[in-house]
């Protein structure tokens, strides 16, 4: 069984700039979420992918954007980013609700820094 | 009000100790209850997750679940240093988790 691979491990950017973060989801998962979480706290909930379509957001702003594709894997958008971006993205999978209970399977993360 | 309150420790223990990490939440439509395990640098991994309120044992953790009081509790027996880490609880009601902030604990030889 083949765990949730993130890509690149750390980023460097400068406020202003954009930023894409990928995921590759568990074997026979085919839901993905994203979690966002800063430095102390836990993960905050930004998005969840199913179907290639959102299904569901959390308290973030459009200049978070994102994108599943036919094979289930992921892509997390950032534009104009902000120096309180700064934070450790946690990409996890799932099965959708409605198809049996799925806990979340987490990804290592993309440690991003905004500078 | 947080959805869900965690006390952040740092939580010290000897090494065999028992321990016990807890949450509290307000938001009676939780169903589900997870524990995650996260070590520096890395993702959360999955310890435990449960439905209904009761216990739920799986080697040396126990998960309990309160919907009455809106309270879950993860227990370590015979802690060992390779439990050093930070707890995070979760719980959800539909397609969004809710985490708490998490729990230092380090395990003393």
């Known amino acids: 069984e083949t765990g949730v691979t993130q890509s690149p491990t750390h980023l460097i950017k400068t406020r202003g700039q954009q930023v894409t973060l990928r995921c590759s989801s568990q074997s026979g998962h085919n839901t993905v979420s994203w979690y966002q979480q800063a430095l102390g706290q836990g993960p905050q909930f930004i998005f969840q992918y199913y179907r290639e379509e959102e299904n569901g957001r959390g308290n973030f702003p459009p200049r978070f954007s994102g994108l599943q594709f036919p094979n289930y894997s992921s892509e997390l958008n950032v534009n104009a980013l902000e120096l309180d971006d700064s934070a450790l993205y946690l990409c996890a999978s799932s099965l959708a609700a409605g198809q049996g209970y799925s806990p979340l399977h987490f990804g290592n993360g993309t440690r991003l820094t905004v500078t | 009000q947080k959805e869900v309150e965690q006390d952040p420790g740092p939580l010290s223990v000897p090494e065999g100790a028992i321990v016990s990490l807890n949450c509290t939440y307000s938001?009676?439509?939780?169903?589900?209850f997870m524990w995650y395990r996260q070590y520096s640098r890395k993702g959360p991994e999955l310890l435990m997750y449960t439905y209904s309120s009761g216990n739920k044992e799986d080697g040396r953790f126990t998960a309990q679940v309160d919907k009455s009081s809106k309270y879950i509790s993860l227990f370590i027996r015979d802690s060992q240093p390779s439990d050093s880490a930070t707890y995070l609880c979760?719980?959800?009601?539909?397609?969004?988790?809710?985490f708490g902030t998490g729990t230092s604990l380090t395990v003393i030889p």
């Open positions: 938001n009676s439509a939780f169903q589900y």
């Open positions: 979760a719980m959800s009601a539909g397609n969004q988790f809710y």
